[in-house]
């Protein structure tokens, strides 16, 4: 069975500071994907970013960066230089995916950033 | 686009009530799923299809039911409400393949049942 673990309930940072956002995955499979979401205040789930198992080439987009690592298992979350407008809860996912489409898609329990200005 | 759209987006139950939530998405999509959100529970899936005529579980199927009787819509349906029902439920569509797009969620349904 797959298990998303976001052992990170609540964080809170001050305005500018760095912050990583961890995740952990269990999966049987060899070809799975990951994601994350984040979650503002108004509630919409937005995504950010997808990335398969056959890709480990950390990824940057703006402030936001990925680290993908097979070997431990990990796929975590960096915000560089963070900004009141970060706060939300942001969610990490697994999607095993069986004969090349989608299957059960599962989440972490979030990890709630506060970023103080 | 309208992308995923649920309704209601509030509704509160009696006990026993029955009801159903609607979800339409425009986009083509053959991946459709229902999640239902808690406090410190994160996202947990309810039920799943893969196109039309298909559909199965997910984690927490008990007390809920779906059909998919077309590609567009996937109504999920209660049929006794029970106060642990009280939660806000999403609904998300994708392409089947992870390869060619993201899910997409809806707005979510708040559902309170007294």
């Known amino acids: 069975a797959q298990k998303v673990t976001q052992a990170q309930t609540e964080i809170s940072v001050v305005e500018k500071e760095d912050v990583t956002l961890d995740c952990v995955y269990e999966?049987?499979?060899?070809?799975?994907?990951l994601f994350w979401y984040k979650q503002p205040p108004s509630g919409e789930l937005v995504f950010l970013i997808r990335r398969n198992s056959f890709d480990e080439q950390n990824e940057i987009s703006g402030r936001y960066s990925w680290n993908f690592q097979k070997s431990t298992s990990s796929f975590n979350f960096t915000i560089t230089a963070s900004q009141v407008v970060d706060s939300a809860v942001y969610f990490c996912a697994l999607s095993e995916a069986n004969s090349g489409g989608y299957q059960k898609v599962t989440f972490g329990t979030g990890t709630k950033l506060q970023v103080i200005p | 686009n309208a992308g995923v759209t649920q309704t209601p987006k509030f509704q509160v139950l009696k006990t026993g009530q029955s009801m159903t939530l609607q979800c339409a998405q425009d986009m083509n999509h053959e991946y459709m799923s229902w999640y239902r959100q808690d406090p410190g529970m994160g996202l947990r899936l309810i039920h799943y299809?893969?196109?039309?005529?298909?559909?199965d579980q997910g984690e927490v199927p008990n007390g809920y039911n779906v059909s998919r009787s077309t590609t567009e819509d996937f109504p999920l349906r209660l049929l006794s409400a029970a106060p642990s029902q009280t939660s806000v439920y999403f609904c998300?569509?994708?392409?089947?393949?992870?390869?060619?797009?993201?899910?997409?969620f809806g707005e979510g349904s708040r559902l309170t049942v007294l």
């Open positions: 998300a569509s994708s392409p089947l393949s992870p390869q060619a797009g993201e899910l997409f």
């Open positions: 999966t049987r499979d060899t070809t799975y994907y």
């Open positions: 299809s893969v196109g039309a005529g298909i559909t």
